[in-house]
């Protein structure tokens, strides 16, 4: 078996925030795109065009990038296309992609940068960095950190209260 991709500790998804999120359809919209992320595959190589230029122009330059049509990711997804674009605006002013538009001759399109990836494919060194993920734990961190504080600072009051204000130079003269 194969060793995952995902370096992350995924801590986040007992935090609220991540579950207020987890339960919009804006996540299911995220998780389609992500489902969508082209990696190095032989199947990409060979066959569609498309994902043949997203892998060389996105994937092999360390950005993790999926395409899918806004039509048919609306019907697929059973919402309608404006809706469909403001949740694509919402993720992108989120942080969670980036969204990158391309002129073509048959018209523009969008890719979505969801992160990106250090390594080498396949190695225990390929590595990913998924902006979602890093957003989430970040929130997890500063919550972490804020605890921590607070005890210090809880701490610092008891010992205030048994050894006085002067606690710092009370153990430097004895």
């Not at 060389?56 to 809706?83: C, D, H, I, W």
């Not at 902006?131 to 961190?141: A, G, L, P, Y």
Request: positive net charge; proline residues 2%.
């Amino acid at each position: 078996m194969s060793e995952s991709h995902i370096r992350i500790k995924n801590e986040f998804t007992r935090n609220p925030e991540y579950i207020k999120f987890d339960k919009r359809v804006k996540s299911t919209v995220y998780r389609f795109l992500q489902a969508h992320i082209i990696r190095e595959s032989k199947s990409v190589k060979k066959y569609t065009f498309g994902a043949q230029y997203i892998y060389r122009e996105y994937f092999l330059k360390g950005m993790l990038v999926s395409r899918y049509s806004q039509t048919n990711m609306a019907q697929y997804l059973q919402t309608k296309q404006p809706r469909l674009n403001r949740y694509l605006k919402e993720l992108e002013q989120d942080g969670f992609i980036k969204i990158i538009k391309i002129k073509a001759s048959s018209g523009p399109l969008c890719y979505y940068q969801l992160g990106t990836w250090k390594g080498k494919v396949g190695e225990p060194s390929y590595a990913e960095n998924i902006w979602h993920d890093e957003i989430f734990s970040q929130i997890i961190q500063n919550r972490k950190d804020k605890k921590e504080n607070e005890i210090e600072e809880q701490f610092d009051e008891v010992l205030d209260e048994i050894y006085g204000e002067n606690f710092d130079s009370y153990f430097i003269t004895v």
